[in-house]
Each structure stands twice: as structure tokens, then as C-alpha cells.
């Protein structure tokens, strides 16, 4: 089988990280995001078209740099095709039924299960579906039984049809990438699902853990999230508390690290308290207190800032 991922989004709402990093190449968890979805994939998925645009150039060197196991190759768009368009563009690369994946979800969907229900039902479409209390930033599936029977995208608040989102992971069969006219910017939640509610398309409901980790807020939970899963790693120079992952090679004296919280390679901390934060290769501190925080690749905080929180809105302030 062969899969699509869509990575050519502007990861505008995790600026200013995503100036200089793609969205799909942010760690979660020391390991670019992107790269643990590929990893992640079913051993049945052979080769995988990246969809990009933004910053593809990284895209494409750092896949070519890493062996996740499975033919990786990259689809640029001269110009943002959307979601629908992206998958179209890529439609020359893969054959059969393809799984799609939005490229910054990390979940533990079961995508061997969801294929057995897409071949029972015979559905064109299937998606993956993830109960939230608020749906208005996402997706929503109307479903009977499992047929899905309408779609709304992004609704107002209080008009959303249930409490079920979409996951961002599909199965489609091939004449769902022919609906979509070709080199065109095409939204294939707004203008595909919406035209094949009550058409052909299911809906695959699941449980365990789903984060979308494209904003700052989400990021942080994303990271957290994983670290539960994943092992704490102990540190000569930090005094770890409760869940934390440092990097083996940042160099870490008389502080405290944790909870919640990623040290990546090469981040160097001197008398620092870091708590609920993620800090990105190479940043540096010496006597802060770090809580709520990202810290991008390189950021230095000056010398004894006594506190510093990352706002709603995505700023920090001391
Ligand atoms: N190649 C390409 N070209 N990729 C794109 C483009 C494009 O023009 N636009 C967006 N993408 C990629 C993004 O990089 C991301 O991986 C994915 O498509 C989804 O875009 P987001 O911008 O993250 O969308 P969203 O989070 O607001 O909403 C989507 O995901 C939700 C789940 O997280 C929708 O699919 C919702 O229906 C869904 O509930
Ligand atoms: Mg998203």
C-alpha cells in the first residue's frame, strides 16, 4: 500500500518556530514530527509521497539523510494546492487505495483495523474519527451507523452536527483523487467530504490518544503526551522531576528539569528550574526559571531571568 502525508502547510500558528524549521520537521519528543509518522506506519506501506511546498527543500534533505525503511519521496507544488490539491498532485506517484495523513497528528489509531472496516464496508472514503468536547477548530462527522452522512468544516460554535472530528487519516479509493479537478486549490474537507456525505464515505471512530500538534498549546501536550509513553532519561547535571527526555549530549548543570519537559541535542543549561517546556537544539540558559515555554534551535534567554511564561497568544514574557 501506499501512502500520502501533507506537509505543505505554512505551520503559521507555531510561527515564529516555523520560519526557519518546517511544521513537519519540529521534534516531538527529539524526533521530527514527520519522521515519527513515517516510522510509525504499517510495514504494508511501501513508499510515501510527501505533499509539500513550504521549505521542501528541508523536507526533502533530511528524508534523504534518515532510512525509515519504505521509499520516502517528496511532491513539490510551485503554488499551495490545499489539502484536495496536494493529494491530487501526488496522484501520478501512488496507485490502488491510498492512506492519507495530515502530516502534524500524532495518535494511536489502529490503521490495519480502519483498513479492515474501509474493505468490509466498500467504502470510497473512510475516515478516522476522534471525539472532542469542543469541535469548532476541526472537522465534524455526521454519522449513521458508520456512514457519514454530513461534513462540516470548522463549524461556528453551536452548529456543529456531533462531537466527532476528523483525525486527519484517511483510506481513499482511487476515484476519490479523480473528483479533484487537477491543478487546482482544492480543500478536500470543505469541497470533497461535503459533495460525498451520504455518498460513499464512513467514518472509523477510535480511542486511546489523538493531538493535533499544530499550535503552541497543543505542541507543549503533544510533547507531554509522548513523554508518558516514552522513557525518562536521567541527566548527571539535572535533577529530573516526574516525566522529562534530555538529549545525551546537552550539557546540563545544577538545575532542575521536568515535569513535562524535552531537552534537545546540544541545549546547554547552567542553575536553571525548566518545567512543562520544550527546548529546541542548542538553546542556552544560565540562571532562569523556564515554565510553559518552546525555546527555538539557538535561543540564548539572558542571564537570570527570573521567569519566563509563554502566553495564549504565543509570546513570552519575563
Ligand atoms: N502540500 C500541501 N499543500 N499541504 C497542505 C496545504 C497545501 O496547500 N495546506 C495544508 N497542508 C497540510 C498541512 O501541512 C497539514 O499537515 C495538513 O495539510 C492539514 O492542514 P492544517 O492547516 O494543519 O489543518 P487544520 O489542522 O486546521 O485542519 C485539518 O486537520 C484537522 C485535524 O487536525 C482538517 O483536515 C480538519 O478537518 C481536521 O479535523
Ligand atoms: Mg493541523
Known amino acids: 500500500m501506499e501512502a500520502i502525508i501533507l506537509v505543505g502547510g505554512f505551520g503559521t500558528r507555531l510561527r515564529p518556530l516555523t520560519l526557519a524549521t518546517p511544521k513537519?520537521?519540529?521534534?516531538?519528543?527529539n524526533v521530527p514530527m514527520l519522521e515519527r509518522l513515517v516510522r510509525s506506519l504499517p510495514e504494508r506501506v511501501t513508499k510515501v509521497a510527501l505533499a509539500v511546498h513550504h521549505q521542501a527543500d528541508a523536507i526533502a534533505a533530511h528524508f534523504a539523510a534518515v532510512d525509515c525503511e519504505r521509499m520516502v519521496i517528496t511532491v513539490p507544488e510551485p503554488e499551495p494546492l490545499g489539502t484536495g490539491g496536494a493529494m491530487r498532485n501526488c496522484r501520478d506517484h501512488i496507485s490502488g487505495t491510498t492512506l492519507v495523513f495530515n502530516g502534524d497528528i500524532i495518535s494511536s489509531l489502529n490503521v490495519e483495523a480502519m483498513l479492515?472496516?474501509?474493505r468490509a464496508t466498500g467504502a470510497l472514503g473512510t475516515l478516522a474519527l476522534w471525539e472532542v468536547a469542543d469541535p469548532s477548530r476541526y472537522g465534524v462527522a455526521e454519522l449513521d451507523g458508520n456512514a457519514i452522512i454530513g461534513f462540516q468544516e470548522k463549524p461556528a460554535p453551536g452548529e456543529e452536527k456531533s462531537n466527532l472530528i476528523n483525525a486527519g487519516t484517511y483510506l481513499l479509493e482511487p476515484q476519490v483523487l479523480e473528483m479533484i479537478p487537477a491543478g487546482h486549490k482544492v480543500s478536500v474537507e470543505r469541497e470533497i467530504f461535503t459533495q460525498?456525505?451520504?455518498a460513499g464515505l464512513h467514518g472509523f471512530p477510535f480511542g486511546g490518544y489523538w493531538i493535533d500538534a499544530g499550535t503552541p498549546e497543543s505542541y507543549l501536550a503533544a510533547n507531554a503526551m509522548l513523554l508518558e509513553r516514552e522513557a525518562t532519561?536521567?541527566?548527571?547535571?539535572?535533577?529530573v522531576r516526574g516525566n522529562a527526555l534530555i538529549a545525551a549530549?546537552?550539557?546540563?548543570t545544577s538545575s532542575i528539569v521536568g515535569p513535562d519537559t524535552v531537552i534537545g541535542t546540544g541545549v546547554s543549561l547552567d542553575k536553571c528550574v525548566v518545567r512543562r517546556s520544550v527546548l529546541l537544539a542548542g538553546a542556552s540558559a544560565t540562571g532562569a526559571v523556564i515554565e510553559d515555554c518552546i525555546l527555538g534551535p539557538g535561543v540564548a534567554v539572558?542571564?537570570?531571568?527570573?521567569r519566563m511564561?509563554?502566553?495564549?497568544?504565543?509570546?513570552?514574557?519575563?
Open 24 to 29: 513537519a520537521l519540529l521534534p516531538l519528543a
Open 116 to 118: 479492515e472496516q474501509h
Open 196 to 198: 460525498l456525505a451520504s
Open 233 to 239: 532519561a536521567a541527566h548527571p547535571g539535572a535533577s
Open 249 to 252: 549530549d546537552a550539557e546540563i
Open 302 to 306: 539572558g542571564d537570570d531571568c527570573s
Open 309 to 318: 511564561v509563554l502566553t495564549a497568544e504565543g509570546e513570552l514574557r519575563f
